[in-house]
């Protein structure tokens, strides 16, 4: 910001004016004008000059709702007036006069002047500025709210679900109990030992249902906020799979590519961020019509796999991925060499992932080589 102003030398306060202006060639003539033609008027008025690139102070540009440059804003005396346009100087020669009635008619009886509205511009824009911190910072703190928020459902959707499983494990331990108590057996029928097996491979089965819930409790309770910020809610997965679909179905006809959907009536609604879902199906869908050859299949489906979680598949009849790259695949960058002369800057799974997790669900691939992959990610069933 350059300072035109020559401190007034009697204690009158001077006319203040701030001439927005921007750098670019093409804006020079029209900045010179009117820059030499307020330097003529400074012959007989003195007045105080701000001249601010809008490149430089955008927050100011904006404070002043400028729409052009250069624009000519008389601060002082109020009100504040502004002049643009191409007839800039013009309307500088017609309100001049006025100006500087006005700044007489300021001086009231006794001599005195009210304070000018802005001593320093530069304390000003630092006012702005942390005006615009401070907006910043709380919108941070209302994004962390709602993560928290997420999270604490999250753990509460979680703790909830192990009722389920571990219920099961007690119910199996106490039936084999009983089957051991003599005293038990004569009152009811007889354990064999395909029962007790039975009873005993369920229970293993439900622990590690217990094991699989614990260890997402403990990656929800890790996540930090440097995460991607997510926003859910209540999110009917089968509606957005068909939107989706129906907006891609061009591109694999253009492919003659058969698309088959098959999400149950009863899918549960799911707790997540539908912008972020629709990212992660669409690049999924795009990959599986990119990477098909003409004639191929792909197929969306969708699947309530645990109480908790809601799967969702896309397979595709196309050149699979090798078992050593298959987790390579989803880190940023990471393309195929097979794949290089294909379109693609190799982050689009890796996005996928983040969003995923972010949801506190899993995603991965299975593949077999020359016969196709189905990309799997799981979201958070929404309870009520
Ligand atoms: P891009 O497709 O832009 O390269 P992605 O991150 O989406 O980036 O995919 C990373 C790599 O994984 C791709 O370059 C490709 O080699 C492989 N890939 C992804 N989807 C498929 C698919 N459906 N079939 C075969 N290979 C795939």
């Excluded at 999270?151 to 119910?171: G, Y």
């Excluded at 997510?230 to 957005?240: A, F, S, T």
Aim: charged share 25%; proline share 6%; with cysteine.
């Amino acid at each position: 910001m350059e300072t035109m102003s020559t401190q007034p030398n009697c204690s009158k306060v001077p006319l203040q004016l701030l001439l927005f202006i921007d750098k670019r060639p093409s804006s020079g003539d029209k900045n010179r004008q009117i820059q030499e033609h307020l330097e003529q008027l400074r012959q007989i008025h003195d007045f105080d000059l701000q001249v601010i690139d809008v490149g430089e102070q955008p927050h100011l540009a904006e404070h002043f709702k400028l729409v052009a440059t250069p624009t000519l804003v008389k601060i002082y005396p109020e009100p504040r007036q502004t002049l643009a346009g191409s007839n800039l100087i013009a309307q500088v020669e017609t309100w001049w006069p006025r100006w500087q009635q006005s700044l007489e008619d300021s001086v009231g009886l006794d001599g005195d002047q009210p304070a000018p509205p802005l001593q320093s511009l530069n304390q000003y824009s630092e006012v702005l500025k942390l005006t615009d911190e401070i907006f910043r910072l709380r919108q941070e703190m209302e994004e962390l709210q709602a993560q928290l928020q997420f999270k604490e459902r999250l753990i509460a959707m979680l703790a909830h679900d192990l009722r389920n499983p571990l219920t099961a494990v007690s119910i199996a331990l106490e039936t084999l109990e009983m089957g051991l108590d003599p005293q038990q057996q004569e009152r009811y029928v007889r354990m064999t030992p395909e029962m007790m097996s039975q009873l005993l491979r369920h229970a293993r089965t439900q622990s590690k249902a217990i094991d699989r819930m614990i260890t997402d409790i403990l990656q929800a309770a890790r996540t930090t906020s440097s995460q991607l910020q997510i926003q859910p809610q209540k999110l009917n997965l089968g509606e957005l799979c068909l939107e989706i679909l129906d907006r891609l179905s061009n591109q694999s006809e253009s492919k003659m590519q058969h698309l088959k959907v098959d999400i149950p009536s009863d899918l549960p609604l799911v707790f997540a961020d539908p912008d972020r879902v629709r990212q992660v199906i669409i690049n999924l869908l795009d990959n599986a019509i990119k990477y098909t050859p003409t004639g191929g299949t792909i197929e969306v489906s969708a699947l309530h796999r645990t109480t908790q979680k809601v799967q969702v598949s896309v397979c595709d009849t196309g050149p699979g991925i090798p078992a050593e790259n298959r987790e390579r695949i989803f880190e940023d960058r990471f393309r195929l060499e097979r794949d290089e002369a294909t379109e693609g800057y190799g982050i689009g799974l890796a996005l996928c992932q983040r969003i995923v997790k972010a949801h506190y669900g899993q995603i991965w691939v299975d593949s077999e080589l020359g016969r196709g992959s189905c990309f799997h990610f799981t979201l958070p069933v929404f309870r009520i």
